[in-house]
């Protein structure tokens, strides 16, 4: 492949790609539809997709013809080099597809010999995709940008001192030899700006995530209008996407304990309520915490499905949940703009004071509970149920909702690249 005469050349390296789930997906996806719109042809260098835990076939066809994808062998240390179950720690450093850098490097090599890039771009999580940018980086010379969609250091899960140390220094390493950082929100930016308060204010960029609203158009356009319909009997309430066990993270379990309050004391029951958890990635937990709440009646929980489908169903839905724990103030949930651009009530269990409270606030959604306040959740949640009955839902304006759209996050991503090649 060679990229068009009239177009610059951008080397993205990606491991979040289709055929693989999840909304990691969606921002270089999104970035590699859009980019020669603004005079960018991209190229993709991939993981071979047997590295995905969880795949589909939905989205491949939204991949341009044009883009050309490459991808490398890679190793899940987990699955692949297990055995019984378990496997060593130091074969899942810097994460569980560090192989991948031993054909990634060479596979980007031939790539560059057919179609010398002007920029590289590389996105984390995996942080071995930042390995692979810094090594190429340093064969050829060619400026290189550094996406990171989550924090690295100050939010990792690592328990082990050898991963952090790691991680320490592939952050320092990326920071400091990259030509920018971009991250996708103001307080994750911050943080690193106090860190390295040597470097250039210029150094730094934030794109946040966003919405698709080609394929929001599409739903629109192919489903019922249920808003002309009378309210219904029962009032479907939506929590799209994963949720982890720990108490700091993505935890359910207060929300399960004031959903059992309100059922108790008969304001909610079966009959009028219905809510989902679709795609928990921690199904059986979650299940169990259903079970023990003595709500199994009125949550259910479902499993993945295609991402138009998933988009499909925000709309369709009365009201929608976001779960997030305080120590991930500095992240912001990639459905958070999904459900701003559904124009559905939302209920957002969360710390006031983070990036995702921010962003509500500045979109004027005011409807935020801290999630691990049981009593603060009961009154919240029955608020969400009255605006939903009562229409009366609590949204943003249009041309707020219009600056998170997917294509206008790309234009910011077009003026970097611009600003690096001159």
């Known amino acids: 492949m060679s990229s068009q005469p009239d177009k610059k050349n951008v080397l993205m390296i990606a491991y979040h790609f289709p055929p693989a789930r999840g909304s990691g997906v969606q921002r270089t996806l999104s970035f590699c539809q859009n980019l020669p719109d603004f005079g960018w042809q991209p190229q993709i260098l991939s993981v071979n997709p047997r590295a995905y835990p969880s795949q589909g076939d939905d989205q491949l066809k939204e991949i341009p013809p044009q883009v050309n994808v490459e991808r490398a062998f890679t190793l899940d240390a987990a699955k692949d080099l297990a055995i019984k179950g378990k496997y060593l720690g130091i ?12 054909w990634a490097v060479p596979k980007a090599m031939e790539m560059i010999k057919k179609t010398r890039p002007d920029v590289i771009w590389a996105t984390y999580p995996i942080a071995t995709s930042l390995l692979i940018a810094h090594s190429i980086h340093k064969k050829t010379g060619i400026p290189w940008i550094a996406d990171f969609r989550d924090p ?8 082990d001192s050898l991963t952090k140390k790691v ?47 080609g394929i929001f158009k599409k739903v629109e356009k192919n489903r019922a209008i249920l808003e002309q ?16 066990k720990g108490h ?11 959903i059992a309050k309100l059922k108790q004391t008969q304001k909610i029951t079966a009959t009028n309520l219905k809510i989902i958890f679709r795609a928990t990635g921690c199904d059986k937990i979650i299940q169990n915490m259903i079970t023990k709440a003595d709500i199994a009646d009125i949550v259910e929980i479902k499993p993945a499905i295609p991402y138009e489908k998933a988009i499909e169903e925000l709309i369709n839905v009365d009201g ?26 939302f209920l957002a269990l969360t710390d006031p004071q983070g990036d995702t409270a921010n962003i509500m606030h500045n979109a004027g959604i005011n409807t ?26 609590n949204i943003a304006k249009q041309d707020t909702i219009n600056k998170f759209s997917r294509f206008n996050g790309t234009k910011e991503l077009a003026m970097v690249l611009d600003e690096i090649v001159v």
């Open 368 to 393: 935020i509970s801290p999630l691990h306040d049981e009593e603060k959740i009961v009154n919240a949640f029955m608020g969400l149920i009255s605006s939903i009955i009562t229409k009366t839902p």
């Open 248 to 258: 700091e993270n993505r935890t359910p379990q207060p929300l399960f304990a004031a």
């Open 152 to 159: 690295m250091f100050y939010n990792s899960q690592a328990e």
């Open 167 to 213: 991680y320490a220094k592939i952050e320092k390493q990326t920071i400091e030899s990259c030509q920018k950082i971009i991250t996708t929100t103001q307080g994750h930016s911050q943080l690193y700006q106090q860190k390295y308060s040597h470097l250039n204010k210029n150094h730094w960029q934030v794109i946040p995530n966003g919405y698709d609203e």
């Open 91 to 102: 074969t899942a450093v810097p994460d569980r597809f560090s192989s991948w850098w031993l």
């Open 320 to 345: 929608l949940l976001l779960l997030q724990g305080k120590n991930y103030n500095h992240q912001v949930p990639a459905k958070l703009y999904e459900y701003i651009r559904a124009k559905k009530p």
């Open 229 to 244: 319909n009378p309210v219904k009997q029962q009032i479907t309430i939506l929590h799209s996407g994963t949720l982890y």
